[in-house]
């Protein structure tokens, strides 16, 4: 596609429930990195991957979060049995040859 | 652990002023320091970058100027314009495949 594209946009779920987040990165980027960005905060690294191979999961809070890319592309985030404190933007990323990161618009994730 | 500090965190410059924002790192195999402008429901997106070797990088009314001895590099607007407001966010990675660690960010808001 043209750029970074992620679903939902919005996501409003109760607390305990499941929820996964999509991110079809631009066509042919290699590397596609998640990040979480709180309001009025910097965008938080969670983890990236090269190809399917996920290269560093560092940043993920806690076992509730996980994250795959089977085929080398589309990429989802899980977040099992959602807390409040989970609500935030998460923000998926792509990067070519090149060193620059093209970042979607995000999907807005607000537990109740 | 912050590894990429940055300030201030809001800034208000009359137009035709400049305006400057700081960044400090504290790990030097950093390799890459790229700047983000990120306005209000958009994703982050790449303004300007520089490698450690080389004191400064300039493109239009952009300037980053590093100090790789202090462990610090600053963005410079020239003659900044309302259509500047937005915020800022300094970066650090240590290879180019590798994660981009963020800063926290600066708003910044040019008065027309």
């Known amino acids: 596609g043209a750029g970074v594209s992620q679903s939902p946009r919005y996501k409003v779920t109760k607390r305990g429930q499941d929820v996964a987040l999509r991110c079809d990165p631009i066509?042919?980027?290699?590397?596609l990195y998640w990040y979480r960005q709180a309001l009025g905060q910097g965008p938080e690294f969670l983890t990236y991957?090269?190809?399917?191979?996920?290269?560093?999961k560092s940043g993920l809070p806690n076992d509730r979060f996980s994250a795959e890319r089977p085929e080398g592309s589309i990429s989802t985030l899980t977040i099992q049995r959602t807390e409040q404190r989970d609500s935030a933007m998460y923000r998926c990323?792509?990067?070519?040859?090149?060193?620059?990161?093209?970042f979607g618009e995000g999907s807005w994730l607000t537990v109740v | 652990q912050q590894q990429v500090k940055q300030s201030p965190q809001s800034l208000i410059v009359q137009k035709g002023g400049i305006s400057i924002i700081n960044c400090a790192y504290e790990?030097?195999?950093?390799?890459?320091f790229p700047w983000y402008q990120q306005f209000p429901g958009k994703g982050p997106a790449l303004l300007i970058a520089?490698?450690?070797?080389?004191s400064e990088k300039k493109e239009g009314r952009f300037t980053i100027s590093f100090n790789k001895s202090a462990k610090q590099f600053s963005l410079h607007i020239m003659d900044s314009q309302p259509g500047d407001s937005a915020t800022y966010f300094c970066?650090?990675?240590?290879?180019?495949?590798?994660?981009?660690?963020f800063g926290k960010g600066t708003r910044l808001h040019i008065l027309p």
């Open positions: 990323a792509s990067r070519g040859a090149g060193n620059t990161i093209y």
């Open positions: 520089i490698r450690p070797d080389v």
């Open positions: 066509s042919g980027h290699v590397s």
């Open positions: 991957f090269n190809y399917e191979a996920q290269q560093d």
């Open positions: 790990n030097t195999a950093f390799d890459y």
């Open positions: 970066a650090a990675s240590y290879v180019r495949d590798d994660k981009i660690i």
